[in-house]
């Protein structure tokens, strides 16, 4: 649907290339003349055609900048990179004329293919292969179809539902094009999941590098929880249908759109229940499965490993019951990432934010400004560590610390012993844009800072998040914290190595002084309570570098108060602390070349603010609009009925934005 002419091309030279690993079938006929009647057979094509699947739609270290998953919650308040995002730059975000991933159905269309295929052939018994295998791969791609849809669903919402491959017609692809009511988009990607989930194997491999059941109920879950929460917290604009000025209501054939369950409260509630269910199934086992953290950073090779954190950063996960997923890598097959030695210089530039590090608890269970918190201030990153919830003490770097303790003839990239940050370096390779460095996703093996040649465990999905999503979905639904939300919650803080008397945390709680440093305080603008907060806290601290902190901050509508008050993304307290000493050649002057943030702004840096020429040079701001993305204006005019009226398409843009290439949100 990019071009009148794209799924004629998928047919013919996209799909085949995945199909045809197996050297029997190749020797059959040359790959141009392939016909559907000789593909998807056997076992081992739908196996191939699966595999293929995977690298395209599944996130990985490989298919991200160099610090890989760890990297992908840069631009929100957790991570910051050498650069702003235009998002939070009102204007500077503009409605594009083409794009290369906007209102794409490339692995859409994959899969539907397979679907449209197999499933008559399987129906027919005409497959060859085992019977629970060939569902099982049916089931995967089911579920590779569920996670390219929740990709698109939400960058746009509301999303055309196309379960079929389609013919090459202009008038059934303009058909096709309409855009369908996100609550309804959501409830066909759970539908598309609990196919899955029927079909696929519990375990159907010893490894767990393929999809399984668990995996489709915990992306069950996260996607229920989504919806759920997004219509809770949007209800009423333009942004849920019905809403006041949804543009959904402007196209006939979504003018009448009444809720499958009644009422936009009922379907939260559906979408909350769903979440609860299917995370319980999970959570249930894993809360006795969590992977071991002695709360220490390894620094001998004789002294005990801490599991938790090695989890992150081992090259093979099969042995951790927490990893429901992950992708292998082989230096031996070339498949390979950098992310080990982007850990060893600085996250090639991505940083924790002092909101990130300020947002974890001390191990006694209190916020760090809490009277006898015992926090010992930030005056070092050694005393930001001290005595604080164990994941951070970990995760986060310290000078001096040793990042090197299994020593081979490998390792041209190795950082033996970590230096002091080098915040003047504008170069992501080896500069900390923050000062704060994580660790997550290091390795202690010198012959994994080979450049571009690490091999370690990239994990896709992990238990942890199921006690999550049902803590949060049940307390949304209910307002109240049942049994299972208290037991998960105990469970994680257990591992954490803070004081399980989570009440204690709530009642410490001050809104105000939260808001200043974690956008996850807020909803629609107000303060949440402190309860719900917590609840956030907790999964900002353990999801913490897994890429799923924007998805969070759009479903809990957490950045409307940066419409009126403007943001300051800050790293560590480089001025009138003894950290500033490290440095002599700060030169903090406002001018274009200046490699630090002024004191007169903060005695903490802020790395966008060291010139001002900076577009966010007065901090981060927000427009309504950037909670989704524009659809591009290519789209308009292929399926306008005369190629150039844009009204006269099916398709709507999104609330806010224009459809005129190259403008900003109408806001």
Known sequence: MNTKNILKQLAIVTLTSSLFACNDFLDKEPLTEISPEYYLNEESQLTAYADGLYTDILPSHVKNYTYGTFGDDDNTDNQAGMSYDNKYCPGQWKVPQSESDNWKFEQIYKCNYFIATVTPKYEAGAITGSIDNIKHYIGEVYFLRAYEYFKRYQMFGDFPIIKEPLPDEIGALTEASK?????????????????????MATTPDSKHTRISKETALLLKSRVALFEGT??????????????????????????????????????????????????????DVAVSQLVDNTGLVQQDAAAPVNPYMNMFGDVDLSGYKEVLLWRQYSKGLGVTHNVVVAAQWGDQGVGLTRGMVEGFLMANGLPIYANNSGYQGDNTIANVRKDRDSRLNIFLKEPGQKNILFESADGDHAVPVEPVPDITNGNADKGYSTGYALRKGGSFYQNQCVNGSNYTGSITFRAAEA?????????????????????????????SHVDTDFEKTIAATDMAKEAKNDWGAYTGGQLVNPTLYNIRRERRCELMAEGL??????????????????????????????????????????????????????????????????NVFDGYKWVMAHYLKPIMIQQFLITASDGVTISTSPIYQNPGWPTIADQGPTE
């Not at 855009?179 to 079909?199: G, N, W, Y």
């Not at 379907?267 to 199934?281: D, G, P, R, V």
């Open 179 to 199: 855009r369908m009511p996100r609550s309804e988009v959501a409830r066909f990607i759970l539908s598309d999941l609990d196919t899955a989930i029927d079909l």
């Open 230 to 283: 997004w219509l809770k917290n949007f209800k009423g604009t333009a942004f849920v249908p019905n809403g006041e000025g949804w543009p959904g209501k402007d196209k006939d054939y979504n003018a009448s759109y009444s809720f499958l369950s009644g009422s936009i409260d009922d379907e939260i509630s559906f979408f909350l229940t769903e979440s609860m269910n299917a995370a319980k199934q999970i959570a």
């Open 467 to 495: 006690l999550l999503n049902y803590m949060e979905a049940s307390y949304e639904k209910t307002g109240t914290l049942d049994a299972d939300a208290r037991r998960y919650w105990t469970a994680l803080r257990t591992r």
């Open 549 to 614: 902190r924007f998805m969070d901050l759009c479903r809990w509508r957490a950045m409307d108060q940066m419409i009126a008050t403007p943001y300051h993304i800050e790293g560590i307290h480089l001025w009138n602390t003894p950290m500033e000493t490290w440095y002599t050649n700060l030169k903090a002057d406002g001018s274009d070349d200046a490699n630090v943030s002024s004191n007169s702004r903060s005695e903490y840096i802020r790395p966008y603010e060291k010139n001002t020429k900076s």
